[in-house]
C-alpha cells in the first residue's frame, strides 16, 4: 500500500488586529491553488501579475490568513515562468503585506492590509508606491551597497562630528540648489528626519500651552508632536493658493501664536504647493509684522 505523509504546521502571528495561529496541511505547495490563473501577456511585469494574483485571491477569500503559498519552483513549472521571476513576486507580495516567508517552512498567507480591509485610506504617512519596474526594497538594498562601498560600515557606525556633519550639508547643499541657492552653509543644519526637526524647534521655543498656527488640513507627524509637548493648534483659512497672509494676521491676534506651522511644497496629505507670489506675501506681510517664529518642513 502506498504512504501518503502529511506534514501540519501550525504558525503563529501578530498584527495591529491582535494574535492569530492557524493550522494547514501542507500539499507540497500545491494545496488550495485554484487561486492559480494564467498570466496575461502585455498586461505588465509578470512577477507583479503574480502578486497581484496572491492579492487578489487574498481579497475574494480564495486565500485566508495561514494558508500555505505553493513552492517557488512548483509555480514557477506552474506558470511556465523563470524562477527568479517568481522569488521577485513573492519579494512584492512580502512588500505589500499580504505573505511572510519561514526559513524551511515556505510562505504563509498573513492576510489583507487593515487599510484594504475596511477600505481606508492611511494619510498619517506620504509612503511612495511600488515603482512598476521593481521592488522599492530592491532599490533601497543597492543603494546602501552604493553607499557602502564609498565609505566602511566602521566609519558609518561613528557619532558624526563637526567635519562629516559640514560634509554632509555642502552635499546636500549641492543636491538642492535650486531651493538653497544663496544660503551660506553656516546657516543650515542636517537632523534625523523631518520629524526630528518638528519636534526640536517646537521644544525649543514654545512652552506647553502656547498655541500654534496650521494649515487646516496638516501633516499628522505635527500634530502629534504638538500633543507630546501640550499645545494647542489653530487652523488658518487657506485659499486655492494656500494659507492667507490676512488669516496668519487676525489667528496670531486671537490667540497669540508667534509659531506658524507650514508645509510649502508637496503638502502631507493635500500634495498641494503653495505658490511663489503667496510664499512672499506671507513672508512680507504677516511674518514681519505678527508671529515672530516661522516653522517650514
Known amino acids: 500500500m502506498r504512504q501518503c505523509t502529511a506534514i501540519i504546521f501550525s504558525i503563529v502571528w501578530i498584527d495591529n488586529r ?15 491553488a485554484g487561486w492559480i490563473k494564467q498570466l496575461t501577456p502585455g498586461a505588465g511585469p509578470r512577477y507583479l501579475q503574480i502578486a497581484d494574483l496572491i492579492g487578489h485571491a487574498i481579497d475574494s477569500g480564495e486565500l485566508v490568513a495561514g494558508d500555505l503559498i505553493p513552492a517557488q519552483r512548483w509555480l514557477a513549472s506552474k ?31 498573513i492576510g489583507p492590509a487593515a487599510t484594504q480591509e475596511h477600505g481606508q485610506i492611511d494619510l498619517a504617512m506620504n509612503i511612495p508606491p511600488q515603482l512598476a ?23 558609518l557606525s561613528q557619532y558624526q562630528d563637526g567635519l562629516s556633519n559640514r560634509s554632509a550639508i555642502q552635499a546636500g547643499q549641492a543636491w538642492l540648489r535650486p531651493a538653497l541657492d544663496g544660503l551660506s552653509s553656516q546657516d543650515l543644519i542636517t537632523c534625523a528626519g ?31 508632536a504638538a500633543r507630546q509637548f501640550g499645545l494647542k493648534v489653530m487652523a488658518v483659512d487657506t485659499d486655492e493658493d494656500g494659507v492667507m497672509p490676512d488669516a496668519i494676521e487676525r489667528c496670531h491676534a486671537a490667540s497669540g501664536a508667534n509659531l506658524i506651522y507650514l508645509n510649502p511644497t508637496l503638502q502631507n496629505p493635500t500634495a498641494r504647493t503653495i505658490s511663489e507670489s503667496r510664499r ?3 513672508s512680507r506681510d504677516s511674518l514681519n509684522n505678527a508671529p515672530a517664529k516661522a516653522a517650514v518642513r
Open 79 to 109: 506558470l511556465n515562468v523563470d524562477l527568479s521571476t517568481v522569488t521577485r513576486a513573492y519579494t512584492e507580495a512580502r512588500n505589500r503585506g499580504l505573505i511572510a516567508a519561514y526559513s524551511g517552512r515556505g510562505s504563509y498567507v
Open 133 to 155: 519596474a521593481g521592488s522599492m526594497a530592491d532599490l533601497v538594498r543597492t543603494g546602501i551597497q552604493e553607499v557602502l562601498a564609498r565609505q566602511p560600515i566602521e566609519t
Open 280 to 282: 512672499r506675501d506671507i
Open 194 to 224: 523631518a520629524q526630528a526637526a518638528i519636534a526640536g524647534i517646537l521644544g525649543a521655543v514654545a512652552r506647553g500651552g502656547d498655541t500654534v498656527l496650521c494649515e487646516p488640513l496638516t501633516y499628522p507627524g505635527f500634530l502629534h
Open 18 to 32: 491582535g494574535i492569530h495561529m492557524a493550522t494547514r496541511n501542507d500539499a507540497r505547495g500545491e494545496a488550495r
